[in-house]
C-alpha cells in the first residue's frame, strides 16, 4: 500500500511538471540583450513597521492596504472603550471595598470583592487585546511591504533552466 502511495506521488509530480512547466522556447533569451535591470523594492518593511508602530494603521496606508485600517482602528476603539469603561467599574469597586473594610467587619463585604476582581480580570483582558493588537498591526505591515512585490498573476508557472534541468533528472523504476 505504501508503495502504490509512493508511485502516485511521483507519478503526479512528474504529470504536474511535464504540464505546467514552460516551453524551452520561452526560456531561450536573445543573446544580443545585453541590458541588465535590477530589482528594487517600492516598499520599505522597516518604514511600514516604524508607520504602523508610531500610527496604527499608517503601516497599512504606506502598504496601500485601505481595507484593513478601519479594521484595525475599530477594534481599537471598541477595546479602548471597554478597558477604560472597565477600569472605572474597577476602581469603583475598589474604594467600595475598601470603604467596607474600615466600615463593616474585617472581611468586608464579599460582593464588593468579587465585583473588583471581576472587572479587574476583564481589564486586563482586554489590555492584553489592545497589545496584541499592536504587535499584530506591526507584524502586518512588515510583511505586507514585504510582500508588496510579489506576483499573483495567472501565470504561475515554473521556469527550470537548462543546466538545472539535467541536474534534477528523476529516475522511477517500478518493480512489480
Do not use: C
Request: hydrophobic share 45%; net charge positive.
Amino acid at each position: 500500500m505504501v508503495n502504490l502511495i509512493i508511485r502516485f506521488f511521483f507519478v503526479s509530480l512528474l504529470f504536474n511538471i511535464v504540464v505546467y512547466s514552460q516551453n524551452l522556447s520561452e526560456l531561450t533569451h536573445n543573446k544580443s540583450d545585453t541590458s541588465i535591470t535590477k530589482f528594487f523594492k517600492k516598499k520599505s518593511p522597516t518604514k511600514a513597521m516604524l508607520f504602523s508602530a508610531v500610527l496604527p494603521g499608517a503601516g497599512q496606508f504606506y502598504n496601500q492596504s485601505y481595507w484593513k485600517i478601519p479594521i484595525i482602528l475599530g477594534l481599537a476603539a471598541y477595546w479602548g472603550y471597554e478597558w477604560r469603561d472597565l477600569n472605572q467599574n474597577y476602581k469603583t469597586y475598589k474604594d467600595l471595598y475598601s470603604k467596607s473594610l474600615v466600615t463593616s467587619t474585617q472581611t468586608g463585604v464579599y460582593q464588593y470583592k468579587v465585583l473588583r476582581d471581576f472587572y479587574r480580570s476583564e481589564r486586563d483582558r482586554f489590555a492584553w487585546y489592545l497589545g496584541i493588537l499592536y504587535v499584530a498591526n506591526i507584524l502586518d505591515a512588515y510583511v505586507d511591504a514585504s510582500l508588496f512585490e510579489f506576483d499573483v498573476g495567472d501565470d504561475l508557472s515554473l521556469a527550470i533552466n537548462q543546466d538545472l534541468k539535467e541536474f534534477l533528472i528523476i529516475k522511477i523504476y517500478f518493480n512489480n
